[in-house]
């Protein structure tokens, strides 16, 4: 049965031949009369226009999700389209779909929810800053600002964010200081004396009389176009035998002292705040892609906090590290047993090269629901990665890893039947090399896995 070609509305000026199952709208401002059920959209609009149009669809909330094209660059294109319209585009349109499908984030719960949902539709898309040297904070990032265009603390939150692991830094775009008083990015760095610290500071020419030591202005010993000491009266003619120029090239008007470096403050024009250097706020200014916690949220319909939301469901690793390390330590004080389990999806990237998101996306479900079959509820859950899961069974004696270990291989026969192959690995707790390095442990434990 054919696939029916994706359903595209082009807005602006028409082309000489619309594409298949493509409508033509000529004001990008009637946007409420877009219909719902649309595939994609293509921009064809003057450049200010566009910008315009851009952040218009992006706010608005039926519109915001949809796959967004342009026929030509605008200032905001990079930063809010999907890319310039192709042919290609429209194989394209099929992914957005699929990924739509299986999206079980609410982007109603908040920002953060709402950012994953979009990167996740959107799996080419890097979040970019945009330089603004109007605003005190130097940069902003036009996606966010066309949610919410109040936010102040936007590189503080996704700097959390990447810490939480849902975002992925692509890569560092700038570095940047602000007023530790207003947190305003608006700094004029100034030379200052380091006796009076006044900011009328002046390189000077001095030289520096061998005969009797008096250092002074160069053009004090000019007399009658010679180098003369105006303290002792020798004339200066070779210099290093009778004169040299002192390291001490810079004077302060306001006290006279002469000095080789100044002290350097940095001047906040917003608040007239004077900062030392070493006082300001830095921050760094990144390019962001969807990360692994986030596609988790996708994926599964979690928010991002420290804690699972439900009994036996997936915490993030910094949580497990702490569980791990606690429950290590309880197990050596106690005399208690526990186990370590990791799980790995060995064909992970061939399955879904062969066989799309969709249906790679539903045999790992299918494998977490056999997977909590054979677990408790009171099991812990991470995730490394995209194809590996690690397990923490407390209060699970030695006896029970032969078991264990055959429910598993009776779990490992049915995946192959599906396809999809993974191999495991247990480790009984307690264990004295984890000690206070648990994910060095960790490490070690998962790089010696064998993985085919």
């Given at each position: 049965?054919?696939?029916?070609?994706?359903?595209?509305?082009w807005?602006?000026?028409?082309?000489a031949?619309?594409?298949?199952?493509?409508?033509?709208?000529?004001?990008w401002?009637?946007l409420e009369?877009?219909?719902?059920?649309?595939d994609g959209l293509?921009l064809?609009l003057?450049?200010p226009?566009?910008?315009?149009?851009?952040?218009?669809?992006?706010?608005?909330?039926?519109?915001?999700?949809?796959?967004?094209f342009?026929?030509?660059?605008?200032?905001?294109?990079?930063?809010?389209?999907?890319?310039?319209?192709?042919?290609?585009?429209?194989?394209?349109?099929s992914?957005?779909?699929?990924?739509?499908q299986?999206?079980?984030l609410?982007?109603n719960?908040?920002?953060?929810?709402?950012?994953?949902?979009?990167?996740?539709?959107?799996?080419?898309f890097?979040?970019?800053?945009?330089?603004?040297?109007?605003?005190?904070?130097?940069?902003?990032?036009?996606l966010?600002?066309?949610?919410?265009?109040?936010?102040q603390?936007?590189l503080?939150?996704?700097?959390m964010?990447?810490?939480?692991k849902v975002?992925?830094s692509?890569?560092?775009v700038?570095?940047?200081?602000?007023?530790?008083?207003?947190?305003?990015?608006?700094?004029?760095?100034?030379?200052?004396?380091?006796?009076?610290?006044?900011?009328?500071?002046?390189?000077e020419s001095?030289?520096?009389?061998?005969?009797?030591g008096?250092?002074?202005?160069?053009?004090?010993f000019?007399r009658?176009?010679?180098?003369?000491?105006?303290?002792?009266?020798?004339?200066?003619?070779?210099i290093?035998?009778?004169?040299?120029?002192p390291?001490e090239n810079l004077?302060?008007?306001s006290?006279?002292a002469?000095?080789?470096?100044?002290?350097?403050m940095a001047?906040?024009?917003?608040?007239?705040?004077?900062?030392?250097?070493?006082?300001?706020?830095?921050r760094?200014?990144?390019?962001?892609?969807?990360?692994?916690?986030?596609?988790r949220?996708?994926?599964?319909?979690?928010?991002?906090?420290?804690?699972?939301?439900?009994?036996?469901?997936?915490?993030?690793?910094?949580?497990?590290?702490w569980?791990?390390?606690w429950?290590?330590?309880?197990?050596?004080?106690?005399?208690?047993?526990?186990?370590?389990?990791?799980?790995?999806?060995n064909?992970?990237?061939?399955?879904?090269?062969?066989?799309?998101?969709?249906?790679?996306?539903?045999?790992?479900?299918?494998?977490?629901?056999r997977?909590?079959?054979?677990l408790?509820?009171?099991d812990?859950?991470?995730?490394?990665g995209q194809?590996?899961?690690?397990?923490?069974?407390?209060l699970?004696?030695?006896?029970?890893?032969?078991?264990?270990r055959?429910?598993?291989?009776?779990?490992?026969?049915q995946?192959?039947?599906?396809?999809?192959?993974?191999?495991?690995?247990?480790?009984?707790?307690p264990?004295?090399?984890?000690?206070?390095?648990?994910?060095?442990?960790l490490?070690?434990?998962l790089n010696?896995?064998?993985?085919?």
């Open positions: 049965m054919p696939v029916p070609a994706p359903s595209i509305l807005i602006g000026t028409a082309p031949t619309l594409p298949p199952n493509c409508q033509w709208q000529a004001d401002q009637a009369e877009v219909p719902a059920d649309l293509v064809a003057s450049e226009e566009q910008d315009q149009a851009l952040m218009a669809i992006r706010a608005h909330p039926q519109l915001w999700l949809l796959p967004l342009v026929q030509g660059a605008s200032p905001l294109s990079g930063h809010l389209a999907d890319g310039r319209f192709g042919p290609q585009r429209l194989e394209s349109l992914l957005f779909a699929q990924r739509r299986s999206l079980k609410d982007p719960q908040g920002l953060t929810e709402k950012l994953a949902a979009f990167l996740w539709v959107h799996p080419e890097e979040l970019l800053p945009r330089p603004l040297p109007s605003a005190p904070e130097l940069y902003d990032y036009p966010l600002e066309a949610w919410d265009p109040s936010r603390d936007e503080m939150w996704l700097a964010l990447e810490r939480d975002l992925t692509t890569g560092l700038d570095r940047v200081r602000y007023c530790a008083q207003c947190q305003s990015g608006h700094l004029n760095y100034l030379e200052t004396c380091p006796q009076c610290s006044s900011i009328d500071v002046e390189p001095a030289l520096h009389c061998f005969t009797c008096h250092v002074a202005a160069q053009d004090q000019l009658k176009g010679r180098l003369i000491c105006p303290n002792c009266l020798t004339q200066l003619r070779h290093g035998s009778d004169y040299d120029r390291m004077v302060c008007r006290c006279k002469h000095f080789v470096d100044g002290d350097v001047r906040c024009l917003s608040c007239g705040h004077s900062n030392h250097p070493d006082d300001l706020l830095q760094q200014v990144f390019k962001f892609k969807l990360g692994d916690q986030g596609v949220m996708a994926r599964h319909g979690h928010s991002h906090g420290l804690l699972a939301p439900q009994l036996g469901e997936t915490v993030p690793p910094q949580h497990f590290h569980l791990l390390s429950t290590n330590r309880l197990a050596q004080r106690h005399q208690l047993s526990h186990l370590f389990m990791a799980i790995h999806c064909n992970l990237e061939a399955y879904l090269a062969e066989h799309g998101e969709l249906r790679t996306f539903t045999l790992i479900d299918t494998l977490l629901n997977l909590r079959n054979i408790r509820s009171t812990v859950v991470t995730a490394y194809d590996m899961l690690c397990f923490l069974l407390p699970t004696h030695e006896d029970s890893t032969e078991v264990l055959k429910k598993l291989l009776e779990v490992q026969d995946q192959q039947e599906d396809g999809l192959t993974f191999s495991f690995l247990v480790r009984d707790l264990e004295a090399d984890i000690g206070d390095a648990p994910d060095l442990w490490a070690q434990q010696a896995f064998n993985r085919p």
